[in-house]
T-cell receptor
Framework: EAGVAQSPRYKIIEKRQSVAFWCNPISGHATLYWYQQILGQGPKLLIQFQNNGVVDDSQLPKDRFSAERLKGVDSTLKIQPAKLEDSAVYLC???????????FGPGTRLTVL | DAKTTQPNSMESNEEEPVHLPCNHSTISGTDYIHWYRQLPSQGPEYVIHGLTSNVNNRMASLAIAEDRKSSTLILHRATLRDAAVYYCILLSGAGSYQLTFGKGTKLSVIP
């Protein structure tokens, strides 16, 4: 079974530029999560989708971050404009349902200069 | 979500057992104890979970104290591949089932 796929794996941008990350969850998984992991800390949940609807986006900085999962499968996370403090690894995870084990992708490492 | 306390780091010799402790003194009756681990440059992966009874799977064992205020993840024979950050997380069986990660315990395995 294929795991959660993410791209790109690495991205370097200047502050104030925009960037987008892509996630392809495990086939059939209804729930999709985006996490932000700053160096030395544990992952922090940004947004949770159930199919194509948002379940929780309370920790998403909505002035600059946006996410969508239009057809209930793939998802994109966008940052516009990026700040230095957005430098982190962005992890995508999926699970069959909201109460199941989460499976994580390898993450995208973002560096904002 | 109830909070957990773990040591920042631990060391183990290869092929020896490792006991990773977790304190969760404010755990409620419906909270499940979950363990995830994160290998270098990878996303976290599920290890094991339990509610009251001790649990075993192919990766590890979970020993839960009788009062449930603490638990221990046991790796029976540490290998170099077990070097990772281990996270102990409480998930409410009655809540949103979201993972709230702390800083975890960084396990180093010495050859």
């Amino acid at each position: 079974e294929a795991g959660v796929a993410q791209s790109p794996r690495y991205k370097i941008i200047e502050k104030r530029q925009s960037v987008a990350f892509w996630c392809n969850p495990i086939s059939g998984h209804a729930t999709l999560y985006w996490y932000q992991q700053i160096l030395g800390q544990g992952p922090k949940l940004l947004i949770q989708f159930q199919n194509n609807g948002v379940v929780d986006d309370s920790q998403l900085p909505k002035d600059r971050f946006s996410a969508e999962r239009l057809k209930g499968v793939d998802s994109t996370l966008k940052i516009q404009p990026a700040k230095l403090e957005d430098s982190a690894v962005y992890l995508c995870a999926s699970s069959p349902s909201m109460t199941d084990t989460q499976y994580f992708g390898p993450g995208t490492r973002l560096t904002v200069l | 979500d109830a909070k957990t306390t773990q040591p920042n780091s631990m060391e183990s010799n290869e092929e020896e057992p490792v006991h990773l402790p977790c304190n969760h003194s404010t755990i409620s009756g419906t909270d499940y104890i979950h363990w995830y681990r994160q290998l270098p440059s990878q996303g976290p992966e599920y290890v094991i979970h339990g509610l009251t009874s001790n649990v075993n799977n192919r990766m590890a064992s979970l020993a839960i104290a009788e009062d449930r205020k603490s638990s221990t993840l046991i790796l029976h024979r540490a290998t170099l591949r077990d070097a990772a950050v281990y996270y102990c997380i409480l998930l409410s069986g009655a809540g949103s089932y979201q993972l709230t990660f702390g800083k975890g315990t960084k396990l180093s395995v010495i050859p």
